[in-house]
């Protein structure tokens, strides 16, 4: 049984904490694409977690994770990751922690490039994380990337470096002007990094295929949203990988197979990290206001987020191009105290109406087209089932749920575990 979590937004809808809560029923948590440029929150009953790189059932005793081909890794940022979280008392080990070989390795010169692009650009500037992202994902197309594979043969991985180092220098030291990169000091970073990963790098696609022949529960967990995917995203600000759930069995390693049910998070309102086109962004009072309800501040750069109203718009299109089956909707708790609840149903484009997700300039230019749901005006927090919610809750979830044309199944009124509600 293979399931994916994926998320219908621009990110950060909460997918690492349905991940932590819907992983108990897997056997197998894999992540597909992307690195340690966005982070989950899990907040367990052993504390609070960030994690970057690694799949949020890492918190999970019993569960094995993977880090699929299609991530890419700072094998340093990794490291320390793994260090903090075993000072919170997690056990990681080969055994619940496997890497794939194919995944390439995001090295200090991609963090430097992407840093001197960001600095060049100043206030054009897309909204880089600054974590060498981009940079690593050109690399890997340009087939000058070195996978985690690599790090088991030292003689290949010198002779790849040495070609590798030179070329990325034309850029570093021949383009930007910056101080050039050593192949010996790289090779120190892999030493250091590299040599105590060795154990967890295995070809894992064989692994997950085995994994489902044998009737286990694989779950595929994204980073970011529907609206960041390359591709689908709102391009060029978008991320550098695939979110989507078409991708995930290809950056799983596992492209023989299908998935079988896709879990869309999706968030009461809407948040959006770093620049681009956000249609329903909220200024002032009433976006510091939810900003600070939602604790809506970036969980790897703490840079505060853009906030707004639902967009119905955006949404739908992120359960269209997700494939999604389900919903789970989170953070309706943040809404518990607004009078009246702002609802984007349409875009204007030029003056034409449209409920169609533009791309480019057109969605540079669209304006939200509103409709407002009376609020309920009181706390949600302790609901435990449906039944349990105010009415207007209920209607703006059955409101939205239409709107989107995919059923909500689960809806979260808090960070903590039990904190949710199955439709
Ligand atoms: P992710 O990258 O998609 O996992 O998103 P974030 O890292 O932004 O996580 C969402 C944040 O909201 C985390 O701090 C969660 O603990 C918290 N959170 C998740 N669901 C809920 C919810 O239903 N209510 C509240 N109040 N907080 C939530």
Same mark, same amino acid.
Request: aromatic share 8%; with cysteine.
């Given at each position: 049984?293979?399931?994916?979590?994926?998320?219908?937004?621009?990110?950060?809808?909460?997918?690492?904490?349905?991940?932590?809560?819907?992983?108990?029923?897997?056997?197998?948590?894999?992540?597909?694409?992307?690195?340690?440029?966005?982070?989950?929150?899990?907040?367990?009953?052993?504390?609070?977690?960030? %994690?970057?790189?690694? #799949?949020?059932?890492?918190?999970?005793?019993?569960?094995?994770?993977?880090?699929?081909?299609?991530?890419?890794?700072?094998?340093?940022?990794?490291?320390?990751?793994?260090?903090?979280?075993?000072?919170?008392?997690?056990?990681? !080990?080969?055994?619940? %922690?496997?890497?794939?070989? +194919?995944?390439?390795?995001?090295?200090?010169?991609?963090?430097?490039?992407?840093?001197?692009?960001?600095?060049?650009?100043?206030?054009?500037?897309?909204?880089?994380?600054?974590?060498?992202?981009? #940079?690593?994902?050109?690399? +890997?197309?340009?087939?000058?990337?070195?996978?985690?594979?690599?790090?088991?043969?030292?003689?290949?991985?010198?002779?790849?470096?040495?070609?590798?180092?030179?070329?990325?220098?034309?850029?570093?030291? *021949?383009?930007?002007?910056?101080?050039?990169?050593?192949?010996?000091?790289?090779?120190?970073?892999?030493?250091?990094?590299?040599? #105590?990963?060795?154990?967890?790098?295995?070809?894992?696609?064989?692994?997950?295929?085995?994994?489902?022949?044998?009737?286990?529960?694989?779950?595929?967990?994204?980073?970011?949203?529907? %609206?960041?995917?390359?591709?689908?995203?709102?391009?060029?600000? !978008?991320?550098?990988?695939?979110?989507?759930?078409?991708?995930?069995?290809?950056?799983? *390693?596992?492209?023989?197979?299908?998935?079988?049910?896709?879990?869309?998070?999706?968030?009461?309102?809407?948040?959006?990290?770093?620049?681009?086109?956000? !249609?329903?962004?909220?200024?002032?009072?009433?976006?510091?206001?939810?900003?600070?309800?939602?604790?809506?501040?970036?969980?790897?750069?703490?840079?505060?987020?853009?906030?707004?109203?639902?967009?119905?718009?955006?949404?739908?299109?992120?359960?269209?191009?997700?494939?999604?089956?389900?919903?789970?909707?989170?953070?309706?708790?943040?809404?518990?105290?607004?009078?009246?609840?702002?609802?984007?149903?349409?875009?204007?484009?030029?003056?034409?109406?449209?409920?169609?997700?533009?791309?480019?300039?057109?969605?540079?230019?669209?304006? #939200?087209?509103?409709?407002?749901?009376?609020?309920?005006?009181?706390? !949600?927090?302790?609901?435990?089932?449906?039944?349990?919610?105010?009415?207007?809750?209920?209607?703006?979830?059955?409101?939205?749920?239409?709107?989107? *044309?995919?059923?909500?199944?689960?809806?979260?009124?808090?960070?903590?575990?039990?904190?949710?509600?199955?439709?």
């Amino acid at each position: 049984m293979l399931t994916s979590i994926v998320g219908i937004n621009w990110g950060d809808e909460g997918k690492g904490r349905m991940v932590d809560l819907l992983s108990e029923s897997q056997d197998i948590v894999v992540r597909y694409q992307g690195g340690n440029n966005a982070g989950h929150t899990v907040i367990n009953d052993r504390g609070k977690f960030v %994690l970057n790189l690694l #799949p949020s059932a890492i918190l999970r005793e019993d569960k094995i994770n993977v880090m699929g081909n299609g991530m890419v890794v700072d094998i340093e940022h990794l490291c320390k990751e793994i260090a903090k979280l075993r000072e919170g008392g997690i056990r990681i !080990t080969p055994d619940n %922690l496997k890497i794939s070989d +194919k995944a390439v390795v995001c090295c200090p010169y991609n963090v430097a490039q992407d840093c001197l692009e960001e600095d060049r650009l100043a206030d054009r500037k897309f909204g880089s994380t600054r974590r060498g992202i981009a #940079p690593i994902y050109a690399d +890997k197309y340009m087939k000058k990337a070195i996978r985690m594979g690599d790090i088991l043969h030292p003689e290949y991985l010198k002779a790849r470096l040495e070609g590798i180092v030179e070329w990325k220098n034309l850029t570093i030291k *021949g383009a930007y002007g910056a101080k050039e990169y050593k192949v010996e000091d790289l090779l120190a970073w892999f030493d250091m990094y590299g040599t #105590p990963l060795k154990e967890y790098i295995c070809d894992t696609g064989y692994f997950l295929n085995k994994a489902l022949d044998e009737g286990k529960r694989v779950m595929l967990e994204a980073q970011l949203g529907a %609206l960041r995917d390359i591709d689908f995203g709102i391009y060029p600000y !978008t991320t550098s990988s695939s979110t989507i759930t078409a991708y995930g069995p290809v950056g799983a *390693g596992i492209p023989n197979r299908k998935v079988d049910n896709a879990i869309g998070v999706m968030k009461a309102y809407s948040t959006c990290v770093g620049e681009g086109p956000f !249609t329903v962004e909220m200024f002032g009072e009433e976006a510091q206001k939810l900003r600070i309800a939602g604790g809506e501040f970036g969980a790897a750069t703490g840079r505060p987020r853009r906030v707004g109203g639902f967009d119905v718009v955006a949404s739908g299109y992120g359960c269209m191009v997700q494939a999604a089956d389900e919903i789970a909707l989170t953070k309706l708790d943040i809404l518990d105290g607004m009078e009246s609840i702002p609802v984007c149903v349409a875009y204007d484009i030029n003056g034409d109406r449209t409920e169609e997700f533009p791309s480019g300039e057109a969605l540079n230019i669209a304006k #939200p087209i509103y409709t407002y749901l009376d609020g309920w005006r009181c706390s !949600t927090a302790n609901c435990r089932t449906y039944e349990d919610l105010p009415e207007n809750a209920r209607k703006y979830i059955e409101f939205i749920e239409q709107a989107v *044309g995919c059923n909500i199944k689960y809806i979260s009124v808090g960070a903590e575990r039990d904190a949710i509600i199955v439709k």
